[in-house]
């Protein structure tokens, strides 16, 4: 029994690991087929969807679940669309660090309101994190010559909160990885749509094109399957906090690849605020009772 824990724990430990590097390299890649021009922000979208959608079918296709019963809805559709947009068009003016800084705060500040809404009990050193994770958001995209642009930073937040109510919704999602399988492949209409939209942008090459479907194949439709196998042996809490490690890992690759500035502002506002989060992910929460 010892040796099965050990060896359960450590198959948990590397499918994460594989999981968050995943969804690292996605800001890497959505980040370098815009900063360089390679692909305009509609078409890295759709490319991305598109192959993402062929990934995961794929997948489930071969792991037999046609016949599963789960499948699925407009609240779910409509999020993961919004994130998927607001977080391409968002890379157009903000970098890699700055941008998974401001996406996963944004997440987790959407799961913990949601958390509120639930009448969870928080206690005061939960509210001390939450006050200090969202003073340090308030620090970094605040003006000055290190800011984010501004436009940029409000697509991010806006396609982080999509993600966190994307989360919330699929909670109780039977088969969440064919779920999202038929979300891919509901979005793709409209990310059709919005490429008809920016048609005078339309500006693609094979290396943006590359990018784009490894982001949506790779990142995502492999990434998503890894992480949703690694989630077996992690709990709620742990689930949620593992993920604040990739703003990090997103930060150093940026600096390491793509030659982005390390910003004291940056660091500070990291700190601060994946310190607040892990703080009130760190607390056990008590449903309030009704009164």
């Given at each position: 029994?010892?040796?099965?824990?050990?060896?359960?724990?450590?198959?948990?430990?590397?499918?994460?690991?594989?999981?968050?590097?995943?969804?690292?390299?996605?800001?890497?890649?959505?980040?370098?087929?815009?900063?360089?021009?390679?692909?305009?922000?509609?078409?890295?979208t759709?490319?991305?969807?598109?192959?993402?959608?062929?990934?995961?079918?794929?997948?489930?296709?071969?792991?037999?679940?046609?016949?599963?019963?789960?499948?699925?809805?407009?609240?779910?559709?409509?999020?993961?669309?919004?994130?998927?947009?607001?977080?391409?068009?968002?890379?157009?003016s903000?970098?890699?660090?700055?941008?998974?800084?401001?996406?996963?705060?944004?997440?987790?500040l959407?799961?913990?309101?949601?958390?509120?809404?639930?009448?969870?009990?928080f206690?005061?050193?939960?509210?001390?994190?939450?006050?200090?994770?969202?003073?340090?958001?308030?620090?970094?995209?605040s003006?000055?010559?290190?800011?984010?642009?501004?436009?940029?930073?409000?697509?991010m937040?806006i396609?982080?909160?999509?993600?966190?109510?994307y989360?919330l919704?699929?909670?109780?999602?039977?088969?969440?990885?064919?779920?999202?399988?038929?979300?891919?492949?509901?979005?793709?209409?409209?990310?059709?749509?919005?490429?008809?939209?920016?048609?005078?942008?339309?500006?693609?090459?094979?290396?943006g094109?590359?990018?784009?479907?490894?982001?949506?194949?790779?990142?995502?439709?492999?990434?998503?399957?890894?992480?949703?196998?690694?989630?077996?042996?992690?709990?709620?809490?742990?689930?949620?906090?593992?993920?604040l490690?990739?703003?990090?890992?997103?930060?150093?690759?940026?600096?390491?690849?793509?030659?982005?500035?390390l910003?004291?502002?940056?660091v500070?506002?990291s700190?601060?605020?994946?310190?607040?989060?892990a703080?009130?992910?760190?607390?056990?929460?008590?449903?309030?009772?009704?009164?």
């Amino acid at each position: 029994m010892p040796a099965f824990i050990a060896g359960h724990a450590a198959r948990t430990l590397n499918l994460t690991v594989v999981a968050m590097l995943a969804f690292a390299a996605n800001t890497l890649l959505c980040r370098s087929a815009l900063a360089y021009q390679l692909i305009d922000a509609a078409s890295f979208t759709t490319v991305r969807a598109v192959s993402g959608a062929a990934m995961l079918g794929l997948i489930v296709l071969l792991q037999r679940r046609v016949h599963d019963e789960s499948a699925a809805d407009w609240r779910s559709t409509a999020a993961l669309f919004i994130y998927m947009v607001a977080n391409s068009f968002a890379y157009l003016s903000i970098g890699v660090g700055t941008g998974a800084l401001i996406l996963f705060s944004a997440v987790q500040l959407t799961m913990v309101i949601a958390a509120l809404r639930n009448r969870e009990h928080f206690s005061p050193l939960s509210w001390t994190g939450l006050a200090l994770a969202v003073l340090g958001v308030v620090y970094l995209v605040s003006p000055g010559l290190a800011a984010p642009d501004p436009f940029g930073a409000a697509l991010m937040a806006i396609s982080g909160v999509a993600w966190g109510f994307y989360s919330l919704v699929g909670r109780g999602v039977k088969d969440p990885l064919r779920a999202t399988a038929m979300n891919f492949i509901y979005i793709v209409p409209g990310v059709l749509i919005v490429s008809a939209l920016f048609w005078n942008r339309f500006d693609v090459s094979p290396g943006g094109v590359a990018l784009a479907a490894a982001s949506g194949a790779l990142a995502s439709g492999v990434g998503y399957a890894i992480w949703y196998a690694a989630l077996s042996g992690l709990t709620a809490s742990r689930a949620a906090a593992v993920q604040l490690s990739v703003p990090a890992i997103s930060a150093f690759g940026g600096v390491v690849l793509l030659a982005e500035p390390l910003t004291l502002r940056l660091v500070l506002a990291s700190g601060a605020t994946l310190g607040g989060v892990a703080i009130v992910l760190s607390q056990r929460a008590t449903k309030t009772p009704p009164a």
